[in-house]
């Protein structure tokens, strides 16, 4: 077993978040990760959230027809800040101490988020869910979570899938698809077979030596486990 991660960044896809619906909120599987997440807090590890919002709308998809790609862009992190107050509210009524922080302005619905707000919310405790990606047109909220991870001097960064690994190719398509255990960010990177995190997201994590836990996170106890730093899933480093 290796040492606990202090501080660990848990990146959710709008997608997971959508649970057994097509589109929107599954609340009881919502529900269920925070009985998951409260586990981790619970043992002294401070966690950030950081969710997408393609269970809402998809920025890159909805470009085009006359709307304009940053348009498209900054309609998906209002999506990302639906998923982000949502997930607030159900955590808090589950006992999970938590404060959602945007980086876009709106300030009605969230506080922004400011760096010493978020290290003074982690260190007492508290679940810091991130709303609006990184704030900015062409990046994605992998990207967002790599760069939001670096500033807040998270440990590792755990990347939810759904499937419990990188494999060499698509375990949906191919029955001799081998997992992956270990994996270094140039052949990730390199990889155009490799699909689970965007390049730039991983040139990112590259450059600052930031490892990346793929793990599928709709287990029982297996963010607890790769925040304790059991082997789960596939870790890129």
């Not at 960044?9 to 409260?38: H, P, R, T």
């Not at 400011?114 to 990606?133: D, F, M, Q, S």
């Amino acid at each position: 077993m290796d040492q606990p991660y202090k501080r660990i960044l848990l990146k959710l896809s709008g997608e997971q978040l959508a649970g057994k619906f097509e589109s929107g909120i599954d609340a009881e599987l919502c529900k269920w990760l925070a009985q998951e997440i409260k586990k981790v807090s619970d043992d002294g590890t401070q966690v950030v959230v950081m969710v997408g919002g393609g269970n809402f709308a998809r920025g890159a998809q909805l470009a085009g027809n006359g709307i304009k790609r940053v348009t498209g862009d900054h309609i998906g992190m209002l999506a990302t800040m639906m998923n982000a107050l949502a997930l607030t509210d159900i955590f808090e009524s589950e006992g999970v101490k938590t404060r959602c922080l945007s980086n876009i302005f709106a300030q009605q619905v969230a506080e922004p988020f400011v760096h010493r707000l978020a290290e003074k919310h982690l260190e007492k405790g508290r679940v810091v869910i991130t709303a609006g990606g990184i704030g900015r047109p062409y990046l994605t909220t992998d990207t967002a979570a790599v760069a939001l991870a670096l500033e807040i001097d998270c440990q590792v960064v755990l990347k939810a899938t759904k499937v419990n690994g990188v494999y060499d190719k698509d375990p949906s398509k191919h029955d001799d698809a081998k997992k992956l255990d270990q994996l270094s960010f140039q052949q990730a990177v390199a990889d155009d077979g490799i699909k689970v995190m965007d390049k730039a997201a991983m040139g990112l994590a590259l450059e600052h030596k930031m490892p990346i836990i793929v793990f599928d996170a709709m287990q029982e106890d297996n963010i607890a486990k790769a925040a304790k730093g059991h082997t789960t899933g596939t870790i890129i480093s």
